[in-house]
């Protein structure tokens, strides 16, 4: 079944542990994206890449960082978490530019 | 940037009746609209998109029309049913920014039986 898997679901942390929430996709997709989701603001590009070794910033880039050093996986990494980035995050891919993205169940992070 | 702006935030209609949710876009050079379903505990599902060289695309209930000139796009679904239940999102894209997706703030739709 092709799927955007994101782990984990759900997680509580508390403000400057450092914390990284996994993305993999099993349809050889280029592209891949991470979004988060707050209520009345829609959903916000956070970083995006192209392809592997190829990553770009998004509207709300800072505090995150991304690596792809593989196709199939994307991760996003908070470095030192703070309270401001509670949200619902969600991944995503797609076969390129202007194609569909195909996005994951959502992971909801919570900051003390 | 893009600015993406959708309205309304909140549409209620009675099943079978009509709904539409409308978005315009600041940025001329957008070329690529595509509308997304995101039910309670899910991701976004791409549900319809069109490219700027197409006025209308439909698929069953669903239809989307775009206007280049006036800068904007609007979803429709037809013979609404309880299921259509759901918070809509339209976004938008253009080629010279190759990766980057602006959404608008999202439609909470709610089918009434």
């Known amino acids: 079944e092709a799927q955007v898997t994101q782990n984990p679901r759900y997680l509580i942390t508390v403000t400057g542990k450092k914390l990284t929430v996994t993305c993999s996709q099993n349809?050889?997709?280029?592209?891949m994206s991470w979004y988060r989701q707050d209520p009345g603001l829609g959903l916000r590009q956070i970083y995006y890449s192209m392809n592997v070794e190829a990553t770009d910033k998004g509207d709300v880039p800072e505090g995150y960082k991304v690596s792809r050093k593989e196709k199939r996986n994307f991760p996003l990494i908070l470095e030192s978490p703070s309270p401001n980035q509670t949200s619902l995050y969600f991944c995503a891919s797609g076969q390129g530019r202007h194609q569909p993205q195909h996005f994951g169940d959502g992971t909801r992070l919570s900051i003390l | 940037g893009e600015n993406v702006e959708q309205h309304p935030s909140t549409l209620s209609v009675q099943e079978g009746d009509s709904a539409v949710i409308k978005c315009t876009y600041s940025?001329?050079?957008?070329?690529?609209f595509p509308w997304y379903k995101q039910e309670l505990g899910k991701g976004p599902q791409l549900i319809i998109d069109i490219r700027s060289n197409v006025g209308e695309k439909k698929d069953q209930r669903i239809a989307v029309t775009l206007n280049k000139t006036a800068k904007h796009f609007s979803l429709h679904i037809t013979e609404t049913q309880p299921e259509d239940s759901a918070v809509y999102f339209c976004a938008a894209s253009k080629g010279s920014t190759l990766g980057r997706l602006y959404f608008g703030r999202g439609t909470q739709l709610t089918v009434w039986p």
């Open positions: 940025d001329s050079a957008s070329n690529y």
């Open positions: 349809m050889n997709h280029e592209y």
